[in-house]
């Protein structure tokens, strides 16, 4: 008997600001590809949850803390920190208005509707980069998931993010004791190091089991204060 696959279906195409930007459907996933690399799905986001949580974790009892998602993606964890009514002001940083306009009103809108809708988020459409380098405001939080991990960048100009100079911008971002939060594919010793040699303490990773391969990790430093 032969053996049939699913085909994905690709439900938008467009040139973004580094490339091309797909959505398409394989059953009954959302799967966001960037430039030909599979970025994320709909599949599960327990550790996307986690970035948020382990971020909040980390802080300290302060009242409404702000936070930065670098990153929209399938929204996970934009909606998991919106149902949280501890968090204050939720900020979302996304260089792609295609992913921006399927939540707005395309078919990821049934995952992020509520959260968008909340009066604490605010989508900003910008280079997380950029937006770390040149903006005037602080938060208590940055859960920064922009890439496949911090050696594995969907796109090269992404490589600074996770430089010195990167690290320093993120500090510079967060108010004293704040927490910068960093997911990725695997766990990553050498940027451990690089978050210690930034002067974050209480450097640490939270690995998240996946069905096959290595754990997904959440990278977790505290900026001093």
Request: net charge negative; glycine share 10%.
């Amino acid at each position: 008997m032969a053996t049939t696959y699913d085909i994905p279906e690709v439900l938008d195409r467009r040139e973004g600001p580094s490339g091309e930007v797909v959505l398409r459907r394989h059953g009954t996933l959302l799967q966001i590809i960037v430039n030909g690399c599979f970025l994320m799905d709909t599949s599960d986001g327990r550790s996307e949850r986690r970035l948020v949580d382990a971020a909040l974790n980390a802080l300290d009892r302060r009242a409404a803390p702000a936070v930065l998602i670098g990153g929209l993606g399938v929204g996970f964890s934009l909606a998991h920190a919106a149902a949280n009514p501890r968090w204050g002001r939720i900020t979302v940083v996304e260089r792609e208005r295609a992913v921006i306009d399927w939540h707005r009103d395309g078919p990821l809108a049934e995952l992020s509707r509520e959260a968008l809708a909340d009066s604490r988020t605010e989508i900003v459409e910008a280079d997380l980069i950029d937006f770390v380098n040149e903006t005037s405001a602080t938060f208590d939080a940055l859960c920064l998931d922009i890439d496949n991990g911090p050696g594995w960048t969907v796109t090269e100009g992404n490589d600074g993010l996770y430089s010195a100079a990167g690290l320093a911008s993120c500090a510079r971002t967060l108010r004293p004791g704040g927490v910068l939060a960093v997911w990725s594919a695997q766990p990553s010793p050498e940027f451990e190091g690089s978050l210690r040699n930034a002067g974050f303490r209480y450097v640490r990773t939270e690995e998240i089991p996946v069905a096959r391969g290595v754990p997904d990790a959440v990278h977790l430093g505290v900026r001093p204060g």
